[in-house]
Every structure is written in structure tokens, then in C-alpha cells.
């Protein structure tokens, strides 16, 4: 029960905006509301409770749920207590706000539910229901390039999603050629252990990890990802790459948990291709961009990257894997939170023409190096130890090659990251004018994913670890 | 029914070749109200709350709600008639045939016995390719909006024609009312994003002046 006001709650909250009085204080009832949701969910996280599946319900709160619930609910709060304090910020009029709270209260409601819900099909409508939330939001700015941004981010979802429902309904096919019952609840797939072999079962598999990966901006249907981020405004931005990113990546570990007793092979090497190709293009473009947004965008994709890496080689990356997508979730929030208010500063992306950061905006000039240096899987964030232990599962799986090509990504990565950020942060001021200072409590939301980030690295606390552990427990090795 | 599947890859194929946006959306049009009657002929009961949802969906909201709605836009901005679906070279026909022949192809290789469901594969084989041959080939709004659609319409027609439904009538729904959001949005951005400006999409009488 309590599972479904996770879901329920948020969208009865955005119904309640329908109340004079409630829209009058939209800002603040998002706030609330997101914090008693948050709240719920890091409580649900830390008290070990049997893993609490009906058989056949509507709802599964295992150990993958709890886990991306604590990170992702509260990450939507820090974004939207950002918002609260910097609402001139971005591009929501007054007027405008009580639809973008609403929105916003819904968009949490359907995350919580891909999260939450224990059937794959059920999974597919939410994240199309968060797509088509999000989208007119990207367009916020009103700018034709916004709009455009927005129109190809709802283009390649559709078609993206499209696949994966194809790829569901050829899977079913092969259910019932196999004699078996097409049931897409995720206990029954599991408990089947064999859910499907033959043509149609691995068509459709691939049609679901290609549909999937293009949620996620995977090569091949990538293109739509730096545009979106980067005309989105920032907490739109960070709802897209930190929230949104981690629900599709949650479905896609479910259907890899599902079906690679059948198909290890298949997974394994789709999922290397399409991460070692992300990692390639990412890379270049990273070398070629000097959009800030754009840059962090890139980098997005390399982290996708790397995730679909981790996730085709199962068991032997499997923490790691977790861990990685954990720390980058609050690693993408910090920097596209930053970036916009650079942006908002600065009035350009282009970081040939911001340097000097770190004495014009203390706070974000500090959030902007750690934050690069936690993209860039520096210790002690825990994106250095996710990274750490792909690469040692590499090693340990024979693939010295993809082992080798990753290294030389990362180390070209980095060395054009730290070409165009460190310059904005350490250089000579070029703009010398004083800044209305930015207040703690402005910064909380960031300091406080600074912290976890942190925390993951040096010290995972109990509760946790145990769930990182169940849930990479789960993913069989290939 | 295999002159319906048949009559349907006609419906596909004859719009790309014909480049003005009235043919593309009365290809539309034609491809929903086809894919309702194949639903009405593999379902003559139509006696559940499902094969009724499917008929609106089919007929209603993609046969006529998805046209009329960008013709409503295009019509108002005044939009010249020429508008390629593909490049209207021997090079894009000869790819497009290409594909429905290998769509039939692969249809022959998943299902080996040769039949309604072999065609019904092979159609919306297709349907999914030459829906991704417009989405590759074209930039401009409309024809994206028109390659999407198209695909939809694909995995509709191959959804159709398995025997697994999920058993409860709200995903249906929701899929519905997704549908008719997606539609809003596309022509909310055909709008915005079609009218008359230093690029653009379909070329109006405005934008040249006459």
C-alpha cells in the first residue's frame, strides 16, 4: 500500500492544484510534496524489510526499487528545491507555474512507477507518460532551436519506445510458439527463469535493448540527447539526465535480468557495441564541443556508455555498475544545475569566453571542479570505484580489448574536459563585475548531492551496500 | 484478408512516391481506416470492450483524428501542395522497393509457413522500414511527424495480428490516450515549427510571397 502513494500521492498532489488556494503556493506544494515522497522513499531504502512482491500485483518493492528510489526521489527534490529558490531562473512564468508544478508532480508520479511497477508493459506507458511530460518542457525557453530540441527529444522517444513495445510483442510471439503464457509480470518472467528462446524471443530482445538504449542516448539513436540537454532549461535538464536516465536504465536492467539466462550472448554483445560506439562518439564530440552544456550532454552519453557496458558483461560489474549509475545521477544534476546558473551569470555557454570561476562564483566555480572531477571518475567520488570495478570485470572476462579502448577513451576524455573546463574555472577573470552572492541555501540542494557523491566513495553506508549487493546479486553473469 | 494486407502495402508504398502532403495524409488516413478493417475481420465479434477500443484507435484516432489534425495546420498556414515524403529520385524508389522486398524476405525466414500471418508480417515489416526510410531521408517537420506515425501504424498492424493482448482494458487506454497526446503535441509543433520563417518546413504561399 504504501509502495502505491508513491505513485498515487504526487499525481492526487497535482490534482489538488486545481484548488485556488493551492495554486496560489504552487512552488511551495511541490516542494512539500516531493519532500514527504523523498522522505518515503530513503525510508523504505534504509529499513530492511522482506522483499515485497504479490505475485501477480500491480507492484514490486525489491531491492532494485528501493535502491534507485533513494537516490532518485531525492535528487527530484534537490531539482525542485533549486527551483523554489531560483524560479526567475528559468524560463516558468508566473502564470505558468501552476502547469509546470503539475507536470513536474505527475512526471515524479509516473518515475516512481517505472521504478515501482511489476510489469514491464506497465513500466513502458509511465516512462512514455514521462516523456510526453517533459517534452513541452524542454521547449520552455520559447526559442525556435528549443522547440526544434524538443520536437526531435519526442521523435526519437516515440520511435525509441515504439521498439521496445515491437520488441514485447515479438517476445510474446515467441512465448506462445514456445507453448508458454506471454506474461510480462517481471515475479513470473523470473520465477520462469527460462522465459524464451528461439527467433522471436532475440528479435525482440534486441528490438528492446536498441529501444531502450535510445532513452538512454546510445548509438545509434543518440542525436537527440546534447540538443535536449542543452536548449532544456537547467532543472528540466536535470530531471531529464538524472531522473528520466535512471528509469530507463532501471527497465533495461530489469529485461537484462530477465532474459539473459536465455540469450547471455546476444546481450553481451549487443550492449558492448552499442557502449564502445557511445564511447566513441561521445568522445569526439567532447573533443569538438566548447558548449558547456553540450560538453556535460557528451558526457552523458559516455556515461551510458559505460553503463552498457557494465551491464553486458552481468554479475562481474554488476556493483560496480550500480555504483556508477548511482554517483552519476547526482553528478549530472550538480553540473547541469551549475551550468545554468553560469549561463544565467555569464549570459553564454561558449567556455572560451568564462574563465576565472572560481573567484566570481565561489560556489559554483567549487561545484563546477568537483563536479568534472567526479565526472571524470576522480577518488574519491564513487564514480572512480564504479569505473574501477568495470574495468577490473573486463580484465577478469577476457575483454582486453574493449579493456583497452575504454582506457584510452577515458584518458582522452579527460585530458579534453580538463582542456575546456579547468581554464573557466582557474583562468584570468575576463568579465571583472561583482555578483550578488550566492546564499547556502541556494547551494544546499548541490552541496548536499556533492556529499552523497562523496559518501559513496569513502564510505557506502549499510543499507545501502546491502541493497547494491541484492540487486547485483540478481544480474547473472554472462 | 490477404487483399486487405495486400491493399495496405499499396496504401504504404503509393504516397512516397506521390511528393504533395495531401497524399501523405490521406496515406494516413487510408493505412488507419485499412488497419480497423483488418482488426473488424480478425475480430467479426466485436463483442468485448477491447476489440471496441481497438476499432476507435484504429479508425478514429489514427484513421482520422492524426490527418485531420495536420491538415487542419497545414491548411491554415495556406501550405504549397509539393511536399516529398523521400527524395524523389530513382535512387529513393528503388530503395524503398528494396526494402519490401527484403521486409518479405525476413518475413519468410520468421514464419516459415506461408499464409496470412507470414503476409501480415511481411506488411508491417514494411511498414517499420519505410516508416524509417522517411525518418532518415527527410529533416523537415511534417515528414518526420509522417515517418513516425508511420511506424506506429506498423507495430499496430503486427500487434494485431499476434494472439497476446494484455489482459487489462486501462493499458489499452493508456496507450490511447498516449496516442492522442503525441498527436496533440505533433501538431503543436507543426505549428510553432512550420510556420514561415528563414527555414521554413513546408513552403507556404506567405513565406514565397505569392
Known amino acids: 500500500m504504501s509502495a502505491l502513494l508513491l505513485v498515487l500521492g504526487p499525481i492526487v498532489a497535482a490534482i489538488g492544484l486545481a484548488l485556488p488556494w493551492v495554486r496560489a503556493r504552487a512552488n511551495g506544494w511541490l516542494v512539500i510534496t516531493t519532500l514527504i515522497v523523498a522522505s518515503g522513499a530513503i525510508v523504505a531504502a534504509v529499513v530492511p524489510i522482506p522483499q515485497h512482491v504479490r505475485p501477480g500485483g500491480m507492484v514490486r518493492m525489491d531491492a532494485t526499487a528501493r535502491l534507485f528510489l533513494s537516490v532518485v526521489d531525492p535528487i527530484f527534490l534537490g531539482v525542485v528545491a533549486y527551483f523554489w529558490r531560483r524560479p526567475h531562473a528559468t524560463s516558468v ?255 553564454t555557454k561558449d567556455t572560451r569566453a568564462i574563465s576565472g570561476l572560481i573567484r566570481d562564483l565561489p560556489y559554483s566555480g567549487l561545484f563546477l571542479m568537483l563536479g568534472t572531477f567526479a565526472l571524470l571518475g576522480f577518488p574519491p567520488f564513487g564514480s572512480f570505484f564504479g569505473e574501477l570495478l568495470i574495468l577490473s570485470a573486463l580484465v577478469g572476462n577476457g575483454q582486453m580489448l574493449v579493456f583497452a579502448t575504454f582506457c584510452t577513451l577515458i584518458a582522452i576524455t579527460f585530458v579534453a574536459t580538463g582542456r575546456t573546463i579547468f581554464p573557466m574555472i582557474w583562468g584570468e577573470a575576463k568579465m571583472l563585475r561583482s555578483w550578488p552572492r550566492q546564499t547556502l541555501l541556494e547551494a544546499l540542494p548541490k552541496l548536499l548531492f556533492l556529499i552523497a557523491l562523496v559518501v559513496l566513495g569513502l564510505y557506502i553506508p549499510a543499507p545501502i551496500d546491502a541493497l547494491l549487493r541484492q540487486v547485483a546479486a540478481v544480474l547473472e553473469g554472462s | 484478408m490477404n487483399s486487405l494486407l495486400v491493399g495496405l502495402l499499396l496504401v504504404l508504398l503509393v504516397p512516397l512516391f506521390v511528393g504533395t502532403w495531401r497524399t501523405s495524409l490521406l496515406g494516413l488516413a487510408a493505412q488507419g481506416l485499412t488497419l480497423a478493417w483488418i482488426a473488424s475481420r480478425l475480430d467479426p465479434a466485436l463483442d468485448t470492450p477491447l476489440a471496441w477500443l481497438t476499432l476507435v484507435d484504429l479508425a478514429a484516432v489514427r484513421g482520422l483524428l492524426a490527418p485531420w489534425l495536420l491538415y487542419r495546420v497545414l491548411k491554415a498556414h495556406d501550405a504549397l501542395p509539393r511536399n516529398d515524403v523521400i527524395p524523389p529520385n530513382l535512387l529513393s524508389w528503388t530503395v524503398a522497393l528494396a526494402l519490401v522486398l527484403m521486409a518479405f524476405r525476413f518475413a519468410a525466414r520468421m514464419v516459415p509457413a506461408a499464409g496470412e500471418q507470414q503476409t501480415l508480417v511481411a506488411v508491417a515489416a514494411a511498414g517499420l522500414l519505410l516508416g524509417f526510410l522517411v525518418l532518415a531521408t527527410q529533416p523537415g517537420v511534417f515528414s518526420q511527424i509522417i515517418g513516425v506515425l508511420r511506424i506506429d501504424n506498423a507495430i499496430a498492424l503486427f500487434e494485431l495480428g499476434g494472439e497476446h493482448h494484455h489482459p487489462s482494458i486501462g493499458m489499452h487506454a493508456a496507450h490511447l490516450l498516449i496516442l492522442i497526446a503525441t498527436l496533440s503535441l505533433y501538431r503543436w509543433y507543426l505549428e510553432s515549427l512550420g510556420l514561415p520563417g528563414p527555414m521554413p518546413d513546408v513552403p507556404t504561399r506567405e513565406g514565397l510571397g505569392r
Not at chain 1, 126 to 133: K, Q, R, S, W
Not at chain 1, 177 to 182: K, R, S
Open chain 1, 93 to 347: 512564468s508566473s502564470t505558468d507555474l501552476p502547469r509546470f508544478v503539475a507536470a513536474s508532480l505527475v512526471f515524479l508520479g509516473a518515475a516512481n512507477a517505472v521504478l515501482l511497477s511489476n510489469d514491464l508493459q506497465v513500466c513502458l506507458v509511465a516512462l512514455e507518460i514521462t516523456t510526453l511530460l517533459v517534452t513541452p518542457l524542454i521547449a520552455g525557453s520559447g526559442t525556435r532551436s528549443a522547440r526544434l530540441a524538443s520536437f526531435h527529444y519526442l521523435v526519437f522517444s516515440s520511435v525509441g519506445l515504439g521498439l521496445v513495445l515491437l520488441g514485447f510483442a515479438c517476445i510474446a510471439r515467441g512465448m506462445l510458439d514456445a507453448g508458454q503464457v506471454a506474461d510480462f509480470h517481471i515475479d513470473a518472467l523470473v520465477a520462469r527463469r527460462h522465459p524464451g528462446t528461439g527467433l522471436w524471443s532475440g528479435l525482440g530482445l534486441c528490438l528492446v535493448l536498441l529501444g531502450l538504449g535510445t532513452k538512454l542516448g546510445l548509438v545509434p539513436m543518440y542525436t537527440w540527447l546534447p540538443a535536449a540537454y542543452d536548449e532544456a532549461p537547467p532543472t528540466v535538464a536535470a530531471m531529464l539526465a538524472a531522473v528520466q536516465f535512471n528509469c530507463a536504465f532501471v527497465l533495461l536492467v530489469r529485461v537484462v535480468q530477465i532474459w539473459r539466462p536465455d540469450h547471455a550472448g546476444l546481450i553481451l554483445a549487443t550492449l558492448m557495441a552499442m557502449g564502445v560506439a557511445s564511447m566513441v562518439v561521445s568522445t569526439v564530440s567532447i573533443i569538438a564541443t566548447f558548449d558547456l552544456k553540450r560538453l556535460i550532454a557528451y558526457a552523458s552519453i559516455n556515461h551510458a556508455g559505460v553503463l552498457a557496458i557494465g551491464l553486458g558483461l552481468g554479475r562481474p560489474a554488476a556493483y560496480g555498475m550500480l555504483l556508477y549509475a548511482l554517483s552519476n545521477a547526482f553528478i549530472k544534476a550538480i553540473l547541469f544545475l551549475t551550468a545554468g546558473k553560469i549561463h544565467q551569470h555569464y549570459q
